[in-house]
């Protein structure tokens, strides 16, 4: 799982039809402290996230097990919105 702040949307106006009615976002994928880790992600929302909110992400074959995504042309799907993220003493 990648954890990301969700930093816009993407309009796609031609995709593949198994893609209609999917709502996609760009995410920025973070460290736990929020510090920006790596490139940006397009990915299909499953849980009705918003822009400015952490999330959840799953890439590869697990992204097309989230939600109705089965057998759809997806490499990175929402699957939720965090609340909080707590790092322990000495964690990383």
């Given at each position: 799982?990648?954890?990301?702040?969700?930093?816009?949307?993407?309009?796609?106006?031609r995709k593949?039809?198994?893609?209609?009615?999917n709502k996609?976002?760009?995410?920025?994928?973070?460290?736990?402290?929020?510090?920006?880790?790596?490139?940006?992600?397009?990915?299909?929302?499953?849980?009705?996230?918003?822009?400015?909110?952490?999330?959840?992400?799953?890439?590869?074959?697990?992204?097309?097990?989230?939600?109705?995504?089965?057998?759809?042309?997806?490499?990175?799907?929402?699957?939720?919105?965090?609340?909080?993220?707590?790092?322990?003493?000495?964690?990383?």
């Open positions: 799982m990648i954890l990301a702040k969700v930093v816009g949307t993407v309009v796609a106006t593949d039809e198994r893609l209609v009615s996609l976002l760009l995410v920025q994928p973070m460290e736990p402290d929020g510090a920006p880790r790596g490139n940006h992600i397009v990915a299909v929302d499953t849980v009705d996230s918003g822009a400015g909110e952490t999330v959840l992400v799953v890439s590869g074959s697990s992204a097309r097990m989230a939600g109705d995504l089965k057998d759809t042309p997806v490499d990175a799907a929402i699957v939720g919105i965090v609340d909080s993220v707590e790092v322990s003493a000495g964690g990383s």
